[in-house]
């Protein structure tokens, strides 16, 4: 089985200014593979840690890759240390890479600065694959190949390949990087199903499905993978699997338990599912937001081709948008207050009048972290869905902190709107 | 010098299925207390890789911070092979978490399940750090104290912290774990000074200031840290400085040199600034929002108390709104479209006259992936904002993804928000 480690490269990870989102990706394009990763590592910008680290991963791993340390300034220094780990003698200009550097800052009414060219040289023992989307090439190295040799053991074959930091130029990058490992290495199969299940935590749902569980074969392994916008995704995984049939088995009786929590049967979200429902059933939507503050706009145009069903949404944060916009009468919030059932339930037939949309979603609650009363605390939210079938509306009390309770109180009206799209 | 490592456990990281943040949050905790993460680490919930990664760095370190691993559910062992590497021999229950176990779960409405109370069983050679967010215990086991101790090293004094997976509940229980660092080690000091700048690409950025950079003393270190949604964050770092004086005398030039693309001098972020701004000045804001859909909402809102300042929002995404909702003569997105200078000077004037604010932002795009045409490719965005100066408008070509453009839009349209407040 092909083994690969992760060693994303920088200060700014390891001092936790920034998160490390590429190894995730990074995972998931060799998990297609059926590549397992078996560990990653974050190791600062420093010379001798991170000559250290490649070569004792190279020697334990098939395949290892990194990212980071490849910028135009002076804390990048990945690129030098590579071409020493490697035995190469000095640098080569890359004409792809160089076109691309021109192209890029020319898009963007930039000059070509000096630092911006050197970022075409490369060791001359690596193959480049062309980074379309950043001035950084990415480079991959065949250990035990040619030139390219760790000094104390030079016929150690293994594969490093060099990303940038920058997510989305290391993102562009992964197809690529998969054909590379495809035409260079034999690559086996692992097999996942995920179910995407919203409106019970975790816990519940484990209880609930419990006697399933217990029940599944033994080379089937299952995760539960909660998340605040998307629910809980459970996944199911056959190692060495020849196709998903055995695990496609065991989901006529998890529906059964679950029902239409269920809201997917592939790694999707509640936004992707709606515009989904929306496009099948003809219909279009709007929103009106008081505590999610434009969150349900953003997850619902996070989706390409959203124009189609999405006709927009207003964010009423202050009670007079709400009257004045949305036409929720005066007296409403005079004698309920805006966090209500009667106020969300005008605010979504307001937003539905207002843009002609044949369903909307409203919220109104309090995310905190002041603003509570006993009687509505912090965490409360009322929800409204409004379509042909008449206006409903529901509350729920998550307590989290301000930003996670804007997004469960969002991925929860969300739902909502699902369940009801579900009846029209 | 104290050394830290973070080791982060579970399947799910592993293969890619959710990004690791705590290991960030965490070492922003230790970096306050002057504590270097040096290492950080991912690995599956395997038994003998836990063991294995935790007792080789727990000789290597002085503190070993785990995450994950100690959910309910049967694919979480972090819990038992702490007890088995810390020679512990049983659990008992900790009262403090157990009736966190039972607020929670009510709270939520939820029944207490056995699987919610054997949450609260920890091994019995470890100290309890109450999780109030959720009902797994923080653990806090003393290596070399008492009955916890390797079993090959007995003497090997480090401590290991057991936090939970989930984020939200990681992060509360960090200002105990300083306290409690505090309390059992002697802690120095690593002073940092950050820089917000918004309105020059990294490299730009870098060529401006070489000069300074170069002329930096010795135990000065510089880190550029671009981000989509904040510009770059410059980081001055000292190491074992007694106070921040040596960095602050950096600062005049550096102001002399980037002017007002330097927004803050500290690590902020612009709706946060944006929002000072605002109070300062006693001024409302309102967006009305078509490509960013939301986001320019929904960044304002993510700031506690912005009710004072932020009014609402239209996201006109169907160009019916725009007309119906915002005010925009039909004739000028059939004469100039709606991606024009024309459009999206009407929109933050409609919006500014339906929400009644002082100012506003508005923002119509192409942020594909389909969509563009030869005049008007995806990636453009134009930007209008309207203020008691009058209106303007800009235009801005990106060559990201769909999300990145999204953010990239939205950042941008703050930025110029914030340079005309800097006008009133």
Redesign the interface.
Known sequence: MIQAAIVTIG???????????N?????????ALGI?????????DDDA?IYETLSKALRQYDLVLTTGGL?????DITKEVLRRLSGSTGYRENAGQLAMVYE?LH?????V?D??KAQALVPDNCEVIVNR?G?APIMVFRFGEGNCRLKDEPERRATLYSLPG?P?EA??ALEDIQADIRAHYPVGKICHKNIMVYGL????L??RIAAW?DALPENL???????TLTGV?L?LSAYDCGDASMLDAQLPELRRLLGAMIYAEEDTDLPTVIGQLLRQKGLTMS?A?SCT??????L???V????DY?????????N??KE??LGVPQDIIARYGAVSSECVAKMAEGVRK???SDVSVATSGIA???GGTPDKPVGLVWIGVSGPHGTHTASF????????N?QRFAATALNLLRLELLEL
Chains 1, 2 share one sequence.
């Open positions: 200060d700014e990870i390891l001092i936790g200014q920034i998160t490390d989102t190894s995730a990706h990074i995972s998931r394009a060799l998990g397992s990763v078996t560990r990653m590592e974050s190791i600062g840690t910028g135009p300034t002076k804390d890029i898009t963007r009414g930039l000059e600065l630092s911006n989307r001035t920058v989305y993102l562009a935590a975790e816990s519940a484990a209880e569980e392994h299952l995760a539960y993978l909660p998340n995704r996944r929103a937001e503050g434009g969150t349900i706009s953003q619902m145009t996070s390409p081709g959203c124009s999405y006709l927009g949404s207003v964010t009423s944060y202050a007079a948008i004045k916009v207002l843009t002609g905190g972290p002041g009390t998550y307590k989290n902190a301000r930003a996670q804007i």
